[in-house]
């Protein structure tokens, strides 16, 4: 069971299990960031969409595995438009390394998501990035990670599921919040949900929309519900990634 008394998909326990065994830095990180605020106001300005393209390359609800060189994705995704790169560092389950994040933030110039699963302080110590993802379900002491990870430098991205998890993302200070259309209990995907979460938000907060979004439609849908940025990982990956990131940054 998760914090929430949930019962865990089998996976999600399995990475969570890992999660807890994993060693996080030696030596306390402390980054200049390149902040999304600034990205996302770009990408407006230049009549794109604000979107934070993944290099994922597998996952548990993925097929197969990507094995290209995640700099050269980055950069084709960053010429398709992608406002910011979301890179994953989980390795047991999605492929995933703190040099794969440090050869793509070295690659381009917009921000770099860092995106695992971090249950505690010295695992933000791992590797440097512009964002780190916080996921609220899994994070015990969500004040004091939170804090930890500004006191770095890192602009975190607290990212939640449900009214409980937003209420306590916003109640800890975050400016910068990320609605997971996926149940990360059950792996399922219901774009309804940053539908419903969204009117609930402060006025002041970044809202990214995440997971489930594969078409120009998703977009449009998760934009109109006050998505002021998308995260999208799998519809991009998926073939060529400059036209993908393109055709979904692109203002219809």
Not at 127 to 141: E, G, K, N, Q, Y
């Amino acid at each position: 069971m998760d914090a929430n008394g949930e019962d865990l998909n089998p996976e999600v326990r399995s990475i969570l299990a890992a999660a807890r065994d994993r060693p996080g830095g030696t030596e306390r990180v402390s980054v200049d960031v390149r902040p999304l605020s600034v990205a996302i106001d770009a990408a407006e300005a230049d009549g794109r969409i604000p979107v934070i393209a993944e290099v994922k390359p597998t996952s548990p609800t993925t097929e197969g595995r990507c094995d290209d060189d995640p700099a050269d994705l980055a950069r084709a995704m960053v010429d398709g438009g992608a406002m910011a790169i979301s890179v994953l560092t989980e390795p047991d389950h999605f492929g995933g390394s703190a040099d794969a994040l440090t050869r793509v933030r070295e690659a381009v110039d917009v921000p770099v998501l860092r995106k695992d699963f971090i249950l505690r302080e010295s695992q933000l110590d791992l590797v440097a990035s512009d964002l780190i993802l916080l996921i609220a379900r899994f994070v015990d002491d969500l004040d004091g990670l939170l804090s930890a990870a500004e006191n770095r430098g890192f602009q975190p991205l607290v990212e939640v599921h449900t009214r409980k998890e937003l209420d306590r993302a916003v109640a800890a200070g975050a400016d910068l919040i990320g609605v997971n259309n996926r149940d990360l209990a059950r792996l399922e995907v219901d774009l309804d949900t940053f539908e419903s979460l969204a009117p609930a938000a402060p006025d002041d907060v970044t809202l990214i929309a995440e997971s489930g979004i594969g078409s120009i439609d998703d977009v449009e849908r998760m934009r109109s519900a006050g998505a002021d940025a998308l995260l999208i990982g799998s519809a991009i990956m998926d073939g060529d990634v400059t036209a993908n990131v393109r055709r979904l940054t692109t203002q219809q």
